[in-house]
């Protein structure tokens, strides 16, 4: 029988995906939890299993399309027979409960006569969870539509409709005033967006002048009798110059923003509006800092993992955080109050070809050195290789960016969500520098720590930066206050 495989939500509470990668072709045979294609959501790069065994029929989006959940993607011809009795699909149950799932998220039109749940004081469905493949689920009813307008009581109003589809704007019926026309609204999803019907108000004569100068009568506001439009109207219009373009054709280009980028939008922006941010800065001489890491690269624990500067940062900032524990808070506006974690999941911002993301490294505060240096690396591997999965990048706590590779000393970061602090790594470089009353040239780098000025105030703020930029001066000091 012929089946069709739906895009789930893959746990995020996402309503789209684009897809990214076929694994399959039409005519490959598949077996259960085989990968045949790789999504992209507001967030990662996802592989999704087919849950059955059988022959691929079609593919039913191409690479590059944005689907919406719930859709189907691609069909499998498997041996089951054509029956509803049940019997011989013990393998299936996972894929019977996507498809009810996925089903349940295409929006229907409501029978005759139904109203909709939460329309009118009609009470909404108990919220539910289903079972579903290797963990995929979405809470029934996270997809939402625009909610219909009610209309209000009596006789509704009857639509206008095209005497015929070649000439849409034409009333079917002769109209009572021949001076003014209304032209129906195109049906369909533009529709939603425009008004039914746009009535121009204007004599033949004004019309043919109109036409004649190239002039644009639903533009005007006319400033005739009950706002019909005039000649002097319209020559009025025709006499305005024309707006000069702002490019010339081939200057521009148009990026559709979706996927990590739109996400990282919509993250920045709600970040920079809600949490009041100040940033300050702090350079210091780094020069034990990098004698460190060279001697750091030929002890043997090291050997298989990469030492950089990065990793003493990291180090330093989980130590400080210990320090001044509010560093590492959130604030909960629903609940009015400020909730301190005493775990630290390090976010390390990472830029990549499909944009920013910040996936961070889980109880980070618990891990040895050669731990966290392995953490690191694999972390930045995965994210660079777009294989950072939704999980990896929830529930941080306290970020570090650094900037300081792409040759830039300093910046002033924007808060991750949900959290109160992030840290800016600025370039290493060489500087003169006064050590002991001489003049010097030494290895020096800027800071700069950005906070949520509702949790942190400028005294923890500074604290907890000097604090870093001491471990940074001087090493040793992370053994003295770890």
């Known amino acids: 029988m012929r089946r069709e495989f739906k895009l789930p939500d893959v746990g995020e509470g996402l309503t789209e995906a684009e897809i990214v990668r076929w694994h399959a072709k039409p005519g490959d045979t598949v077996k259960v939890n085989q990968i045949v294609v790789e999504i992209e959501t507001a967030k990662s790069i996802v592989e999704l299993p087919i849950p059955w065994d059988g022959v691929v029929s079609g593919l039913m989006a191409d690479e590059g399309q944005t689907v919406d959940v719930g859709r189907p993607i691609i069909a499998v011809d498997t041996d089951e027979p054509d029956d509803t009795s049940g019997a011989g699909r013990t393998e299936t149950a996972d894929a019977d409960r996507i498809e009810a799932l996925a089903d349940d998220l295409v929006p229907r039109p409501p029978a005759e006569g139904a109203v909709e749940p939460g329309a009118h004081g ?43 589809p070649e000439s849409p704007v034409f009333p079917a019926t002769p109209v009572a005033n021949p001076s003014r026309v209304e032209v129906t609204a195109p049906s369909g999803p533009a529709a939603l967006d425009t008004p039914r019907r746009v009535a121009v108000l204007a004599k033949p004569p004004v019309r043919k002048l ?20 005039t000649r002097d109207d319209v020559h009025a219009a025709a006499e305005r110059p024309a707006p000069r373009a702002t490019a010339q054709q081939g200057e521009e280009e148009r990026i559709p923003v979706k996927g990590v980028r739109k996400m990282t939008a919509q993250a920045m922006v709600t970040s920079a509006f809600t949490a009041p941010h100040v940033t300050e800065f702090l350079q210091l001489d780094v020069t034990e800092t990098m004698e460190a890491v060279r001697r750091l690269r030929t002890i043997p624990d090291f050997a298989e993992v990469k030492v950089s500067p990065l990793l003493l940062v990291a180090k330093a900032v989980l130590t400080a ?22 775990y630290v999941n390090l976010g390390i911002a990472a830029a990549t070809p499909r944009g920013l993301v910040v996936p961070n490294i889980k109880s980070a505060h618990g891990l040895s050195l050669p731990e966290l240096a392995a953490e690191l690396g694999r972390l930045t591997e995965t994210a660079r290789a777009g294989r950072t ?4 990048m929830a529930g941080g706590t306290i970020t570090i960016t650094n900037v300081g590779v792409f ?40 800071l700069a720590l950005s906070f949520d000025h ?9 604290l907890f930066l000097r604090d870093v930029g001491a471990m940074l001066e001087d090493p040793l000091r992370m053994l003295a206050w770890s």
């Open 389 to 392: 999965q939704p999980a990896e």
């Open 122 to 164: 009609s009470p909404a469905p108990k919220e539910e969870r289903q079972a579903v493949l290797v963990g995929y689920g979405v809470k029934t009813g996270t997809t939402k539509r625009r909610p219909r307008k009610s209309r209000p009581d009596g006789p509704a109003e009857s639509p206008v409709i095209p005497a015929a």
């Open 210 to 229: 109109a036409k004649d100068l190239g002039v644009d009568l639903s533009t005007l506001a006319g400033s005739g009798p009950n706002g019909s439009i």
């Open 454 to 462: 509702r949790i942190v105030d400028g005294e923890l703020g500074s």
């Open 321 to 342: 955080a210990r320090r001044h524990p509010m560093i590492n808070s959130a604030w909960d506006e629903a609940a009015q109050e400020i909730v301190v974690k005493h």
């Open 407 to 446: 040759g830039v000393d300093t910046g002033t970061p924007i808060l991750n969500p949900g959290e109160a602090a992030i840290l800016a790594f600025g370039q290493i470089r060489d500087m003169p520098w006064v050590v002991d009353g001489e003049l010097a040239v030494r290895k020096v780098t800027t």
